[in-house]
Protein backbone atom coordinates (compact mmCIF):
# COMPACT_ATOMS: atom_id res chain seq x y z
CA UNK A 1 0.00 0.00 0.00
CA UNK A 2 1.41 3.42 -0.84
CA UNK A 3 0.71 6.27 0.68
CA UNK A 4 1.62 10.12 -0.21
CA UNK A 5 4.20 10.12 2.01
CA UNK A 6 6.10 6.80 0.98
CA UNK A 7 9.18 8.42 -0.36
CA UNK A 8 9.69 10.51 2.76
CA UNK A 9 8.97 7.44 4.47
CA UNK A 10 11.38 5.45 2.42
CA UNK A 11 14.11 8.39 2.62
CA UNK A 12 14.27 8.88 6.31
CA UNK A 13 14.12 4.39 7.25
CA UNK A 14 17.34 4.41 5.06
CA UNK A 15 18.50 7.26 7.27
CA UNK A 16 17.63 6.09 10.29
CA UNK A 17 18.87 1.98 9.24
CA UNK A 18 22.26 4.37 8.84
CA UNK A 19 21.95 6.42 11.82
CA UNK A 20 21.28 2.98 14.01
CA UNK A 21 24.97 1.87 11.89
CA UNK A 22 26.62 4.98 13.41
CA UNK A 23 25.32 4.56 16.62
CA UNK A 24 25.99 0.85 17.27
CA UNK A 25 29.47 1.25 15.71
CA UNK A 26 30.71 4.19 18.16
CA UNK A 27 29.35 1.74 20.69
CA UNK A 28 31.75 -1.06 19.79
CA UNK A 29 34.53 1.45 18.96
CA UNK A 30 34.13 2.49 22.53
CA UNK A 31 34.72 -1.22 23.56
CA UNK A 32 37.53 -1.69 21.27
CA UNK A 33 39.63 1.74 22.32
CA UNK A 34 41.59 1.66 25.74
CA UNK A 35 41.91 5.18 25.66
CA UNK A 36 39.38 6.80 28.32
CA UNK A 37 39.52 9.66 26.11
CA UNK A 38 38.26 8.23 23.23
CA UNK A 39 35.84 5.59 25.11
CA UNK A 40 33.96 8.42 26.28
CA UNK A 41 33.73 10.51 23.48
CA UNK A 42 32.69 7.21 21.29
CA UNK A 43 30.05 6.70 24.22
CA UNK A 44 28.43 10.25 23.59
CA UNK A 45 28.32 9.82 20.06
CA UNK A 46 26.73 6.71 20.69
CA UNK A 47 24.04 8.02 22.64
CA UNK A 48 23.57 10.79 20.43
CA UNK A 49 23.20 8.89 16.96
CA UNK A 50 20.93 6.69 19.12
CA UNK A 51 18.62 9.78 20.17
CA UNK A 52 19.00 10.95 16.17
CA UNK A 53 17.61 8.17 15.15
CA UNK A 54 14.68 8.02 17.86
CA UNK A 55 14.17 11.93 15.76
CA UNK A 56 14.14 10.54 13.01
CA UNK A 57 11.83 7.41 13.52
CA UNK A 58 9.07 10.18 14.83
CA UNK A 59 9.19 12.01 11.79
CA UNK A 60 8.44 8.69 10.52
CA UNK A 61 5.50 7.92 12.82
CA UNK A 62 4.16 11.10 12.01
CA UNK A 63 3.87 10.85 8.64
CA UNK A 64 2.02 7.88 9.06
CA UNK A 65 4.92 5.15 8.13
CA UNK A 66 6.55 2.39 10.11
CA UNK A 67 10.50 3.49 12.06
CA UNK A 68 13.33 1.26 11.00
CA UNK A 69 14.26 -0.46 13.70
CA UNK A 70 17.66 -2.37 13.16
CA UNK A 71 20.43 -0.89 11.64
CA UNK A 72 21.72 -2.72 8.15
CA UNK A 73 22.94 -6.50 8.26
CA UNK A 74 26.16 -5.01 5.59
CA UNK A 75 26.80 -2.85 8.59
CA UNK A 76 27.31 -5.19 11.15
CA UNK A 77 29.54 -7.36 8.44
CA UNK A 78 31.91 -4.34 7.83
CA UNK A 79 31.55 -4.43 12.30
CA UNK A 80 33.12 -7.41 12.22
CA UNK A 81 35.84 -7.15 9.94
CA UNK A 82 36.77 -3.66 11.77
CA UNK A 83 37.16 -5.63 14.68
CA UNK A 84 39.08 -8.46 13.62
CA UNK A 85 41.47 -5.98 11.74
CA UNK A 86 41.96 -3.84 14.99
CA UNK A 87 42.52 -7.29 16.73
CA UNK A 88 45.56 -7.65 14.78
CA UNK A 89 46.98 -3.88 14.62
CA UNK A 90 46.12 -3.31 18.29
CA UNK A 91 46.33 0.73 17.41
CA UNK A 92 44.26 3.34 18.40
CA UNK A 93 44.82 4.67 14.81
CA UNK A 94 42.60 1.75 13.43
CA UNK A 95 39.82 2.30 15.76
CA UNK A 96 39.87 5.92 14.90
CA UNK A 97 40.04 5.29 11.30
CA UNK A 98 37.38 3.16 10.80
CA UNK A 99 35.08 5.49 12.78
CA UNK A 100 36.10 7.96 10.73
CA UNK A 101 35.54 6.20 7.48
CA UNK A 102 31.95 5.40 8.85
CA UNK A 103 31.77 8.75 9.36
CA UNK A 104 31.83 9.29 5.73
CA UNK A 105 29.46 7.17 5.04
CA UNK A 106 26.68 8.65 6.76
CA UNK A 107 27.49 12.16 6.31
CA UNK A 108 27.64 11.19 2.60
CA UNK A 109 24.12 9.41 2.70
CA UNK A 110 22.42 12.29 4.51
CA UNK A 111 24.02 14.73 1.85
CA UNK A 112 22.46 12.76 -0.72
CA UNK A 113 19.10 12.75 1.06
CA UNK A 114 19.31 16.67 1.11
CA UNK A 115 19.58 16.72 -2.72
CA UNK A 116 16.58 14.51 -3.18
CA UNK A 117 14.02 16.74 -5.40
CA UNK A 118 11.05 14.21 -4.43
CA UNK A 119 11.75 14.77 -0.75
CA UNK A 120 8.83 17.56 0.95
CA UNK A 121 10.05 20.24 2.40
CA UNK A 122 9.18 19.17 6.04
CA UNK A 123 11.17 16.08 5.60
CA UNK A 124 13.66 17.92 4.25
CA UNK A 125 13.70 19.90 7.28
CA UNK A 126 13.82 17.09 9.44
CA UNK A 127 17.01 15.56 7.53
CA UNK A 128 18.56 19.54 7.48
CA UNK A 129 18.41 19.45 11.44
CA UNK A 130 19.59 16.38 11.40
CA UNK A 131 22.47 16.85 9.21
CA UNK A 132 23.94 19.29 11.52
CA UNK A 133 24.77 17.06 14.35
CA UNK A 134 25.85 14.32 11.69
CA UNK A 135 28.61 17.09 10.46
CA UNK A 136 29.76 18.15 13.77
CA UNK A 137 30.46 14.13 14.28
CA UNK A 138 32.12 13.85 11.22
CA UNK A 139 34.12 16.93 11.39
CA UNK A 140 35.22 16.05 15.14
CA UNK A 141 36.50 12.41 13.88
CA UNK A 142 38.18 13.70 10.86
CA UNK A 143 39.88 15.90 13.23
CA UNK A 144 40.93 13.45 15.41
CA UNK A 145 42.01 10.95 13.04
CA UNK A 146 44.32 13.87 11.35
CA UNK A 147 45.45 14.75 14.43
CA UNK A 148 46.50 11.06 15.30
CA UNK A 149 48.09 11.10 12.08
CA UNK A 150 50.08 13.87 12.59
CA UNK A 151 51.20 12.73 16.21
CA UNK A 152 52.16 9.30 14.93
CA UNK A 153 54.36 11.58 11.99
CA UNK A 154 56.09 13.55 14.65
CA UNK A 155 57.65 10.44 16.46
CA UNK A 156 54.88 10.60 19.40
CA UNK A 157 56.02 7.09 21.10
CA UNK A 158 52.84 6.17 21.52
CA UNK A 159 52.11 5.86 17.84
CA UNK A 160 55.57 4.05 16.72
CA UNK A 161 56.92 4.31 13.12
Known amino acids: MSTPNHHDIKV ?16 EAAGETEDRRFKALFEKRSFER ?17 PEEDGSV ?22 VNSVENGEDFIKAK ?16 TIRRAYATVKDGHDQMRD ?18
Open 12 to 27: LNGLIETTLDSADGYR
Open 74 to 95: LAKAHRAFLDVKHALLRDEQAV
Open 144 to 161: LKHSLEGQKDAGNPLFPN
Open 50 to 66: QGLAGDLKGAVLTLGGE
Open 110 to 125: FEKALDDSDVSEATRE
